[in-house]
């Protein structure tokens, strides 16, 4: 696979096996468990066996993220400095956060929670700024880099670069889900036509 403009990583595992899930977002900062270390230095061999070299590397604020990119990066010869990045940061998921995932469902209910996986429509009370997220993927799409940016980001924000772009947009009628899982990739590119368009998302290696 060549390398393409775009590589957006959601950061790896915060609950170990048998853990009850909850919804962690903005407020809970949570490190990589050890499956999630394994996740990200997955990637990170994926990568380098592919042969990308990334020109950038962007970062939400948490450590969860930092701690995978620094992971990727340990493949990566005369890699760049990450550049922390505060539109990159994970939703808030207000009176859910970190609560039960059968709390959560319990209070707005599984069609609420289907709307967001799949057209990203928050629920109520979740915060989420999606016009100035989109805005923020549109500038860096916008942009031309030398080689590959790395992106590493959590499920709540990287959803929006496929809403951000009308192709990429398009595109999502195809997409079962626009969940990455934790441990996976997408790739954004441009098309022979100029198009932006996705043609992997939520790939483990």
């Known amino acids: ?12 595992n915060t609950f170990d096996a048998g853990e009850p899930p909850r919804r962690i977002g903005w407020r809970t900062d949570l490190p990589l468990t050890e499956r999630g270390v394994l996740q990200a230095e997955a990637l990170g061999m994926y990568f380098a066996e592919l042969g990308w070299r990334f020109d950038r590397v962007l970062t939400s604020p948490l450590v969860r993220t930092s701690e995978t990119a620094r992971l990727i990066l340990q493949h990566q010869r005369d890699a760049p400095a990450v550049e ?27 069609d609420a929670l289907a709307a967001w996986d799949e057209r990203a429509e928050p629920p109520p009370g979740w915060i989420v700024d999606a016009d100035a997220r989109q805005e923020a993927w549109r500038a860096l799409f916008g942009q031309e880099p030398a080689g590959p940016v790395l992106i590493v980001t959590s499920n709540g924000a990287a959803r929006y670069a496929l809403l951000a772009d009308p192709a990429l947009r398009a595109g999502i009628e195809g997409m079962a889900r626009l969940k990455l899982p934790t441990g996976s990739f997408g790739v954004i590119d441009r098309a022979a036509d100029g198009a932006l368009w996705a043609p992997v998302w939520g790939k483990r290696p």
């Not at 696979?1 to 790896?12: C, S």
């Open 1 to 12: 696979m060549k390398a393409p403009l775009f590589v957006v990583v959601r950061h790896g």
């Open 84 to 110: 922390v990045c505060s539109w990159l940061r994970e939703i808030d998921h207000g009176p859910d956060e970190n609560q039960p995932e059968e709390a959560v469902q319990a209070r707005i209910g599984e």
